[in-house]
């Protein structure tokens, strides 16, 4: 995903710089260094700040067991962790932890909260501006939130009347659709942005963020039209790292309470969130008779299984069997 991260000292000297400077320097994604980031610190306040060199296995099994059974988190979370704080160890301290002893956490099916098709049209018609672009192009793409706000306007195929997301979960780049009803949207937003990005190259701007290794591949792209966002910020603002004045794309805290405003106004009790959309999409495709694996394939899931839960959706009341009362 596109991101713009914080700086970090040439040399760092506190940890956390120490291990975001490691993951950096190996190209790990943004949301890789900020969830293990994350879990490291997780780890050493469980431990009262011992710091993480004075610890080893016993420290680590207790940890991730108390996350197992006193926080009942997923095994997928838990695994998460687990992949953190072994990197910390393998990459920082050169020391492998061997055979680890903890309480795995206990499987959690929980059936995905989704929208009817008239209830995400009202949303939908409830928001305004670019907000409501995004929430279109979650509910009619499968686009993950952060996957939307990532779009550039080269991953817009018109002629294929499909969208291409780079970069997704996992790092694969995949093929998901264009719903023709946002064609004229995405049409008239992608001229808005030529209009915009002339106004910011002739300001002196117009650079938009490139990730390392393609800025130094594609020098001259940072300025092209085609790699813009799809969805911009309002305003250029100064990059954390590198303080170069660039317009990022859209917040995600930016369509986060657009949607609440929204579920307020159509007084809709389900808690809705950008995920939301996503789940609503693969539950239409399944309602429609399109089978697991091209569901599985729009969505960019690694694993069949995890496409396999929308069908948890459908099968109400018994594998879907109607009873007396129908």
């Not at 710089?17 to 879990?39: F, G, K, N, V």
């Not at 995004?134 to 996957?147: D, F, I, P, T």
Request: with cysteine; hydrophobic share 40%.
């Amino acid at each position: 995903m596109a991101e713009s991260r914080g700086p970090i000292p040439e040399k760092p000297v506190k940890l956390m710089d120490i291990i975001r400077r490691s993951m950096r320097e190996r190209h790990l994604a943004y949301t890789t260094e900020q969830t293990y980031t994350h879990w490291i610190r997780n780890f050493i306040r469980f431990h009262k700040l011992t710091h993480p060199k004075d610890m080893g296995a016993a420290e680590v099994d207790q940890y991730l067991s108390w996350l197992g059974v006193e926080r009942q988190i997923s095994p997928a979370t838990q695994a998460i962790a687990l992949n953190a704080i072994v990197y910390m160890y393998r990459h920082i301290f050169e020391l492998e932890l061997g055979e680890l002893a903890f309480t795995r956490a206990k499987p959690k099916r929980r059936v995905p909260q989704v929208l009817s098709h008239e209830e995400a049209l009202a949303l939908i018609e409830a928001m305004r501006g670019l907000p409501q672009l995004a929430v279109k192009l979650m509910y009619g793409s499968g686009l993950r939130s952060a996957e939307c706000l990532a779009l550039r306007v080269k991953d817009i195929d018109f002629s294929m009347n499909e969208i291409v997301v780079r970069q997704g979960k996992g790092g694969k780049d995949r093929r998901t659709i264009l719903p023709n009803t946002i064609v004229s949207q995405l049409k008239y937003q992608i001229e808005r942005i030529k209009i915009q990005h002339l106004s910011d190259l002739a300001q002196g701007y117009g650079e938009v963020y490139l990730p390392p290794a393609l800025a130094r591949k594609y020098p001259r792209a940072q300025k092209e039209t085609n790699w813009q966002f799809v969805l911009p910020a309002a305003r250029v603002a100064p990059d954390p790292g590198t303080g170069v004045i660039r317009r990022h794309h859209l917040h995600a805290s930016r369509i986060g309470k657009a949607i609440a405003q929204a579920r307020r106004q159509t007084n809709i009790s389900k808690h809705v969130t950008s995920h939301t959309f996503r789940h609503s999409f693969a539950t239409r495709l399944l309602e429609n008779g399109y089978d697991l694996r091209t569901i599985q394939e729009l969505l960019g899931h690694a694993d069949i299984h995890t496409t396999e839960i929308y069908t948890h959706v459908l099968n109400k009341g018994g594998r879907g069997v109607r009873g007396p009362l129908g």
